[in-house]
């Protein structure tokens, strides 16, 4: 099984390990920094020895990396990932400011029902069971989201359970929430983010989550 490196420095942006396995295409590491598809947020992007990572798949607890078919690494093989840094740093705030968003609303309406989610660099989405147009809630749930996030509360992350790869991130006095991602330290890294609304059928609301930019 993958060392997930990434869980322990979300910020490290090159990492030197050792080639587990090959088959074709397929790769898998002893350890890695780099992020693969799992609870709606993207894969990082990136090299692995000097090869670009077409797709990254978490197969259970292994996380199998996707080669170019004429890449020549081999079992054992020193290698270096390098992650593309701007992408991550996009991703952890976009992340933390939809799992913000989310617990604010499960605090609101304990029996709301997430139907969705998705993390990318440029925004991040929630998709909610909802019987009408939910515009009306937004901006008081984006100035609570923004009160928190300027009052640079620390986020901690750690393993409910190791064995089993089982983690949480928690703000105290807030929330202890399940969650494997990769997350920012504090709350402020995130920056002010804006709520937007979108219809996306009959029942369901989308609300869209935007961030400043941040350097």
């Known amino acids: 099984m993958t060392h997930k490196q990434f ?5 490290q942006i090159e990492h030197d390990t050792i080639i587990a396995s090959v088959d074709g295409a397929r790769v898998t590491l002893e350890s890695t920094i ?9 894969s990082d992007h990136g090299t692995i020895g000097g090869y670009d990572v077409a797709s990254a798949v978490k197969e259970n607890s292994e996380i199998i990396y996707n080669l170019p ?4 690494l081999t079992p054992g093989q020193s290698v270096r990932i390098v992650i593309d840094w701007e992408r991550r740093y996009q991703l952890m705030r976009h992340h933390f400011a939809a799992e913000l968003v989310l617990e604010l609303f499960y605090k609101a309406f304990p029996k709301i029902e997430k139907v969705g989610a998705h993390i990318a660099q440029d925004k991040a989405r929630i998709d909610f069971s909802w019987p009408e147009s939910i515009s009306p809630l937004l901006s008081g749930f984006s100035d609570e989201a923004n009160r928190m996030i300027e009052s ?13 790869e089982r983690r949480y991130w928690e703000i105290e006095g807030f929330s202890k ?21 979108k219809n996306i059928g009959k029942g369901k609301e989308r609300v ?3 961030l400043a930019t941040k350097s």
Do not use: M
């Open 208 to 210: 869209e989550i935007l």
């Open 177 to 197: 929430v399940p969650c494997g991602g990769t997350h920012v330290r504090t709350t402020n890294e995130i920056g002010p983010i804006k709520l937007k609304r």
């Open 7 to 11: 869980w322990q420095d979300p910020y």
């Open 34 to 42: 780099f992020f693969a598809f799992s609870g709606g947020q993207e």
């Open 69 to 72: 078919d004429d890449h020549k």
């Open 152 to 164: 640079g509360l620390p986020i901690k992350t750690d393993f409910d359970d190791k064995e089993k």
